[in-house]
């Protein structure tokens, strides 16, 4: 079975400072995403990585992927309050299929 | 971009009556659509995936009598809970795949059973 797990689960950080979220899986998938979420809102899709070694940056925001250590990373780089969601890594169960399985989030803050 | 809208928004009811949510692929045909339910401050959890034309193929611990999923259409597949009570309010979102490619989530339903 699946398994997706993330850390940490709350982030609270000062702006202008550096984290990283981890996301790691149990089985081995061939697809992996990040998705955003505000308060009381739906997903918004940030990355989707589909190989080993592969890393995309859209802003602030860059994530990489190790699919030999079934780990990915949600790099954030001088964080802003804009950033303020929380965040989660999603796995396809299997190949031919967009079934996902959900990480537990990461809430993260960030104050001036 | 692949839209899907979800409706309503949001919903109240009263317990034991049923309620209906609406899937729809905006701009594609989604041969698969997929039901999550969160919980406050939990993640998603996968409750069911919809085939168009077959019956849904439900998770583990997810009752199919009691949320019951339709796929009439390549763009519309619907999630109605019946006889709900206060424990299925929640937030519900589905999202619609065009293939193995990246599936598309819907603005979410938050079920309020008072």
């Known amino acids: 079975e699946l398994k997706v797990e993330q850390n940490p689960l709350f982030l609270s950080m000062q702006e202008g400072k550096n984290y990283t979220i981890y996301c790691n899986y149990s089985t081995t998938s061939d697809r992996l995403y990040w998705y955003r979420q505000d308060p009381g809102k739906s997903l918004e899709s940030l990355f989707v990585?589909?190989?080993?070694?592969a890393v995309k940056q859209e802003g602030r925001l860059m994530a990489s992927l190790d699919t030999k250590a079934r780990l990915s990373t949600l790099h954030i780089t001088a964080a802003v309050h804009d950033l303020s969601a929380t965040y989660f890594c999603?796995?396809?169960?299997?190949?031919?299929?967009?079934?996902?399985?959900f990480g537990t989030g990461t809430r993260l803050q960030v104050f001036p | 971009g692949a839209v899907v809208s979800q409706h309503p928004s949001w919903v109240i009811c009263k317990s034991g009556t049923s309620v209906k949510i609406e899937c729809r692929s905006l701009?594609?045909?989604?041969?698969?659509m997929f039901w999550y339910r969160q919980f406050p401050k939990q993640s998603l959890m996968l409750m069911a995936t919809?085939?168009?034309?077959?019956?849904?193929?439900?998770e583990q611990g997810v009752e199919k009598d009691k949320f019951l999923i339709n796929h009439a259409s390549l763009t519309l597949s619907t999630l109605t809970v019946t006889s709900a009570h206060p424990e299925d309010s929640s937030f519900y979102i589905c999202?619609?795949?065009?293939?193995?490619?990246?599936?598309?989530f819907g603005q979410g339903t938050r079920l309020t059973v008072v």
């Open positions: 999603a796995v396809v169960t299997s190949y031919n299929t967009d079934k996902l399985i």
């Open positions: 701009d594609f045909q989604a041969t698969t």
């Open positions: 990585l589909l190989s080993n070694g």
């Open positions: 999202s619609a795949s065009k293939g193995k490619t990246e599936a598309f």
């Open positions: 919809s085939n168009e034309g077959s019956k849904a193929t439900y």
